[in-house]
């Protein structure tokens, strides 16, 4: 019986080194823009919340990676996320282009003055 995977290290680790790399920088960006965030699993992904409540989740797969950032923080970016593959509060970065590591930090400062504004 597999134990479930209950910290953000844990997670990375279960994906071969490149993807590791990737998601180590995704993690990396957003504390550097939510350095109070809480960082968990949660859903079975690696999760972040800001004034108890959730900020973002990413998760690695196969062919990308997906970062869910609520609806409002995608419904905010919807013209910069347009050429990903979406669903509700959620977008599809592809493995075979470069990740936007600069647009997911625009998303959680976004998503930390949103979660901050609801104090």
């Keep these: 019986?597999?134990?479930?995977?209950?910290?953000?290290?844990?997670?990375?680790?279960?994906?071969s080194q490149e993807l590791q790399a990737l998601l180590q920088q995704v993690r990396q960006t957003i504390l550097a823009h939510a350095p109070q965030a809480v960082e968990s699993i949660s859903y079975?992904?690696?999760a972040y919340k800001t004034q108890k409540r959730p900020l973002v989740y990413f998760a690695g797969y196969d062919k990308h990676i997906g970062f869910y950032a609520t609806p409002s923080g995608h419904a905010q970016f919807a013209k910069k996320l347009?050429?990903?593959?979406q669903g509700k509060g959620s977008v599809q970065f592809p493995l075979d282009q470069p990740i936007p590591f600069d647009l997911i930090?625009?998303?959680?400062?976004?998503?930390?003055?949103?979660?901050e504004a609801k104090k």
Aim: charge should be positive; avoid cysteine; proline fraction near 6%.
């Design 82 to 85: 347009a050429k990903y593959k």
């Design 44 to 46: 079975g992904m690696p």
């Design 1 to 15: 019986m597999k134990l479930p995977i209950t910290t953000v290290d844990a997670y990375i680790e279960g994906f």
């Design 105 to 115: 930090a625009e998303i959680v400062a976004f998503r930390v003055k949103e979660n």
